[in-house]
């Protein structure tokens, strides 16, 4: 039964969900066609894979329809049927935990049945809601569709001189959730554009920032008191630290208004402001500031404090936030600290990855602690094809052999990162850049601790290199350095002989 869009579905239902699902086929108030009923008892035994044998499309036709001869456009029809049905039962179910849009959908209809003492009771109750939520901008943009609906309420019984004010707040809400969504916008815009190349044109965000006063209306909203001010401030500043990356303060600013308005914000408001936290870091990072990592770091600490990584209970960990926190926290030695938060959440990380994960973590664990032969053997076990693996595996085997004096498998390792390079489509260019860089520097360390027998002139042009550009693993480059540094001069009398390295 593979290749039904219908199966897809199944799949994703959870036990509860597919239980549920018994009970919708078999009401007559949301479809009267009593075969889809036999193929939900038919599929049921086989939840969740419906990979068996025994569901073949023949058997299972026979089973619908009895002795009569198959007929594949008869069977196509069915599934086709059965695909619509799963598609508006999952409609109902995301209305059953989405109340906002329940509201919004119950008073469309209620203002059509001219129920107008319910529709104006609903109204009331649906705002009340929405204010009682943690906040989030896409509460302005929930409002502002509420105002739509008493505006129509209200122009279509005849009642202009009742709308005035609720004109003004549609008006007001519109403009608070599209300033928070153009802000992130601008945000996402810019990171897909250093990180993918993405640089497109026309580009309709960016033209419009350039050509209104944002300052001047964040000046004009500051004289009067608006509720969540202090939220819409917040988002103003990340835009500010992204506008002035080159002056830190604003990301400072920034930093400290998260802190100070953090209890005010929703979950998904929080994994918002983390996010452009985590962007801005990286950026400065990819900029050649590699003290970033020590406040990326941080960050990323509170992203994992207060759950952030998961947004919802049915939700996986997303396999390459969790990659991306291992880097981190690896460059800071903190590998045992990503060690047990996947100890302590192995069940919500997507069963797929989970062994690769963990076995990269590991490694990176084995790496840490000096144990080079255990550390490859934890990379032999990751089974995956995934560019995020792999990019990640390449750098550390190059690291692995040479902290383990294996000159041939670092060179050979060295001129498949180079080829990888130069030749995957899906690398951007300022990772290319900064695996080129990191490729250089490796290159350099090999040739001075196995061709030059240490030669100063050779760690001069090294140290150099690393003062006048941001290398991938800066912090690996800097480290072995310093310990050639360190075994050239260990008979010579000089104590601590120390690069002076940005």
Not at 126 to 155: G, M, P
Not at 280 to 302: A, D, P, Q, R, T
Request: with cysteine; net charge positive.
């Amino acid at each position: 039964m593979k290749n039904y869009k219908a199966i897809d579905i199944l799949k994703s239902l959870n036990k509860e969900e597919f239980k549920r699902l018994g009970k919708y086929l078999s009401s007559p108030f949301f479809t009267t066609n009593k075969n889809l009923m036999k193929l939900y008892r038919l599929l049921k035994p086989y939840y969740p894979g419906f990979s068996h044998a025994k569901l073949s499309k023949q058997r299972v036709y026979k089973n619908i329809y009895g002795n009569s001869v198959y007929h594949d456009e008869r069977f196509r029809k069915l599934f086709s049927e059965f695909y619509k049905e799963l598609n508006k039962y999952l409609v109902i179910l995301g209305l059953e935990n989405n109340e906002m849009a329940y509201n919004r959908i119950l008073l469309d209809r209620l203002n059509f049945k001219k129920l107008d003492s319910l529709f104006l009771k609903k109204f009331s109750e649906a705002n009340e809601f929405i204010d009682k939520l943690d906040f989030h901008f896409d509460n302005y943009l929930e409002k502002f569709l509420l105002q739509w609906e008493y505006v129509v309420f209200y122009l279509n019984r005849g009642e202009q001189h009742k709308i005035a004010p609720n004109i003004l707040k549609r008006g007001n809400y519109i403009i608070f959730y599209f300033l928070f969504d153009i802000i992130l916008t601008i945000k996402d815009i810019d990171t897909n554009r250093k990180k993918f190349g993405y640089n497109p044109e026309p580009n309709l965000p960016e033209a419009f920032l350039e050509n209104f006063n944002i300052e001047n209306f964040f000046d004009y909203l500051d004289k009067y008191d608006i509720k969540d001010k202090e939220i819409i401030n917040l988002y103003y500043t990340a835009f500010l630290a992204f506008r002035n990356f080159d002056e830190e303060k604003y990301y400072y600013n920034f930093h400290e208004l998260v802190l100070l308005n953090w209890d005010k914000l929703s979950k998904i408001g929080r994994f918002v402001v983390i996010s452009y936290l985590v962007n801005y870091c990286n950026n400065k990072i990819h900029s050649g500031k590699s003290e970033f990592e020590i406040k990326l770091y941080e960050v990323y600490k509170l992203f994992l404090e207060y759950g952030l990584y998961r947004m919802n209970d049915d939700n996986y960990i997303r396999f390459d936030i969790l990659l991306h926190i291992s880097d981190n926290f690896s460059k800071m030695g903190k590998n045992s600290e990503v060690k047990k938060f996947l100890d302590d959440n192995i069940i919500f990380i997507d069963p797929e990855q989970r062994n690769n994960i963990l076995n990269y973590c590991n490694a990176l664990v084995d790496f840490e602690n000096k144990k080079y032969g255990e550390s490859l053997n934890d990379i032999a076990h990751i089974k995956t094809n995934a560019f995020l693996f792999k990019h990640r595996i390449k750098k550390l085997l190059m690291k692995i052999y040479f902290e383990m004096n294996l000159y041939d498998d670092a060179i050979s390792a060295s001129n498949n990162y180079r080829n990888y390079l130069l030749h995957n489509k899906l690398i951007s260019d300022i990772d290319k850049d900064m695996g080129i860089k990191f490729l250089n520097n490796y290159n350099d360390l090999l040739k001075i601790r196995f061709l030059d027998k240490k030669n100063s002139y050779s760690m001069k042009n090294l140290e150099n290199s690393i003062n006048e550009c941001n290398s991938d693993e800066i912090y690996w480059i800097k480290e072995k350095l310093q310990e050639l540094k360190n075994e050239k001069y260990k008979h010579t009398g000089v104590e601590n002989p120390v690069f002076y390295l940005s």
